[in-house]
DNA sequence: ATACTAATACTGACCAGTCAGTTCTATAAA
DNA sequence: TTTATAGAACTGACTGGTCAGTATTAGTAT
């Protein structure tokens, strides 16, 4: 029995379990019954219950930044790439509403947890922002994304918009199209876009004409 | 001593305490000592540990609601209730980003809780969203929001969007001023501003010629 | 035989929830 | 005003069950 194979076993176990119930629910008894493996043998792999989790949940942002890397062709021009990143991240987040729901529930909850689990999960992150933020450069490149706002800035908005349509899909199964709706409004706006949009610095809105450029982020 | 203060009290110190550290890290020991009651008092008025939890989120979603719907004056033009409603938000998360944290953790979780507490948690999210569309609404009636994504669909997105920024003001702190730039890309979106955007429907992507109507949401 | 790995049995810390006892409050009677 | 009484509100020490983590035994390959 290669170690591989063992390791693998128990993080499916704990992806499937983690995901459906919340972390003091679940037993490493039951984790080891699922994964077909001793419960000590957890403990040969894992330092403990809390490193089980999170490290499930950083190989399941590393296989969503793998499938980005790998299914986005970086030649495509600007608008495939983001609809083609955009959808895959939402099929991905389909696929495995496991990982998706720990990535939800434990980003949030990043800030307070101990030193270098924090610093790898923000790393991970940074890898699936860079990803969009490489797609929105390029865009600018090419004179179709404005430049007011760093790419970055736009890649994390982005991030929160899919982070809601996996949501919906929970309770809208079958709506999968609706991703390019969603990339359609982060693209050209909520809007309206008949003739010239009104501009948002309405006369009615004091302090609206803040300076172009973001600071900080 | 009123029932209503020790309620209260219990509520801020789990407030508090779950905002902080994970639910199985906080024991009701805990909480008792924080609120200053003994701990029998806490089932006194709570059935248990959950309950705890999911009321006192709860509580704080309904807090969220009554500042929306006091500090957007309903007169006004659309361009400032979005942008009033989106600030308040965002200030409101700021002020209490426990609760932005209990909700932004356990609106993933929802979905496999327990009945009673599961259609109480989506009746409360339904009434920001439902304060957000009605905004929209607004918008789309005076000619200045598309009409092609119903209302509710782009509330839904502007709160992923509103989520994401309250993510970024904790690692960020000092930069509250971006929810300007965010309602500004949800309103204008990322497409450039300069003379006539091109349309996202590019050639090169297959399928994107879609019916401009969302099935379902 | 030996070395190494997996499975099982075990233990002790921990904590949600309880309940018997105490304190506070409100009302009434003296 | 003072005292008496009822009963509601509160407390915190206690308990029973749970489960993370470890020690032990069984298994396997060489």
């Known amino acids: 029995m290669p ?4 390791r693998r076993q128990i993080m499916q176990a704990a992806e499937k379990l ?15 019954r699922i994964a077909q493996v001793g ?21 399941g942002y590393d296989d969503l930044c793998d499938v980005l890397e790998q299914r986005v062709p ?5 608008e495939e790439q983001l609809l083609i990143a955009c959808r ?5 987040f389909q696929r495995r509403q496991q990982v998706y729901r720990m990535i939800q529930v434990e980003d949030a909850r990043i800030p307070w947890c101990k030193g270098n689990i924090r610093e790898a999960w923000k790393e991970k992150r940074q890898r699936v922002v860079a990803a969009l933020s490489a797609i929105m ?19 994390n908005v982005l991030m929160g918009m899919l982070r809601m349509q996996a949501i919906y899909l929970v309770d809208h199964p079958g709506s999968e199209r609706h991703i390019d709706f969603l990339v ?16 948002l610095e309405a006369a009615s809105v004091e302090e ?3 300076p172009q450029r973001l600071r900080g982020f």
């Open 74 to 78: 970086c030649d495509a021009p600007f």
């Open 208 to 210: 609206r004409n803040q």
């Open 18 to 32: 983690f995901a459906t119930r919340r972390f003091h629910e679940i037993t490493l008894d039951e984790v080891a």
């Open 88 to 92: 895959e991240i939402s099929k991905f």
């Open 137 to 155: 450069r390029r865009g600018v490149d090419e004179g179709k994304v404005r430049m007011d706002i760093p790419a970055e800035a736009m890649a």
């Open 184 to 199: 359609d409004l982060f693209y050209r706006g909520a809007g309206w876009v008949g003739g010239s949009s009104p501009p």
């Open 3 to 6: 170690r591989k194979d063992k």
């Open 39 to 59: 419960k000590g043998t957890i403990y040969l792999y894992f330092k403990d219950k809390d490193d089980l989790f999170f490290q499930t949940a950083l190989a």
